[in-house]
T-cell receptor, first 110, second 114 residues
Framework: GENVEQHPSTLSVQEGDSAVIKCTYS??????FPWYKQELGKRPQLIID?????GEKKDQRIAVTLNKTAKHFSLHITETQPEDSAVYFC?????????FGAGTRLTVKP | DAGVIQSPRHEVTEMGQEVTLRCKPI?????LFWYRQTMMRGLELLIY????????DSGMPEDRFSAKMPNASFSTLKIQPSEPRDSAVYFC????????????FGQGTRLTVV
């Protein structure tokens, strides 16, 4: 099945700086790539997603890029705020399957 | 819609006991996933169903784990017998038939086996 690797496992930034999280996937047939944010003690919730027919998508301070040839995709958060502190998961989906990376714990220091 | 509903929210049981976790997906969603979350292994996909049929259960760790989906509105994950290493948060998620849309997660069941 699909294998998703995510880096870094932890990331600490100063408020206002940018944060970048990177993921690679193994199955070239994967065509849907969501990103989830999980706050402490809560469920993962979607923050942005991208489908394989586009290379980039933006939503306010969040953007995702996809390189299908290299099989990697990245999450970019600009102007980080303390409330961005959470664990972020990338995922890759092919058909019914959806598998997640190991997660990145982002800490934004005020 | 109330979203994906899981029960119980917390479960503490003794080693060797049977544990049953329950999930009600969002109405109209065709796919249902069970994930296990631990600090060491992150979010592991255990099994997923489409139209109530198990599609891939290769993530189920051992024969002690079993999952069923008797109808479109209910699924169970059973562990028998339970062991301390099964302690984790178990999430159920569902999504519509369009496989390029997000999966919605339940609140999770925190299982502690002592």
């Amino acid at each position: 099945g699909e294998n998703v690797e995510q880096h870094p496992s932890t990331l600490s930034v100063q408020e206002g700086d940018s944060a970048v999280i990177k993921c690679t996937y193994s199955d070239s047939a994967s065509n849907y790539f969501p990103w989830y944010k999980q706050e402490l003690g809560k469920r993962p919730q979607l923050i942005i997603d991208i489908r394989s027919n586009v290379g980039e998508k933006k939503d306010q301070r969040i953007a995702v890029t996809l390189n299908k040839t290299a099989k990697h995709f990245s999450l970019h958060i600009t102007e980080t705020q303390p409330e961005d502190s959470a664990v972020y998961f990338c995922a890759a989906s092919r058909g019914y399957d959806m598998r997640f990376g190991a997660g990145t714990r982002l800490t934004v220091k005020p | 819609d109330a979203g994906v509903i899981q029960s119980p929210r917390h479960e503490v049981t003794e080693m060797g006991q049977e544990v049953t976790l329950r999930c009600k997906p969002i109405s109209g969603h065709n796919s249902l996933f069970w994930y296990r979350q631990t600090m060491m292994r992150g979010l592991e996909l255990l099994i997923y169903f489409n139209n109530n049929v198990p599609i891939d259960d290769s993530g189920m760790p051992e024969d002690r784990f079993s999952a069923k989906m008797p109808n479109a509105s209910f699924s169970t994950l059973k562990i028998q017998p339970s062991e301390p290493r099964d302690s984790a948060v178990y999430f159920c998620a569902s999504r519509p038939s369009d496989r390029t849309t997000e999966a919605f997660f339940g609140q999770g069941t925190r299982l502690t086996v002592v």
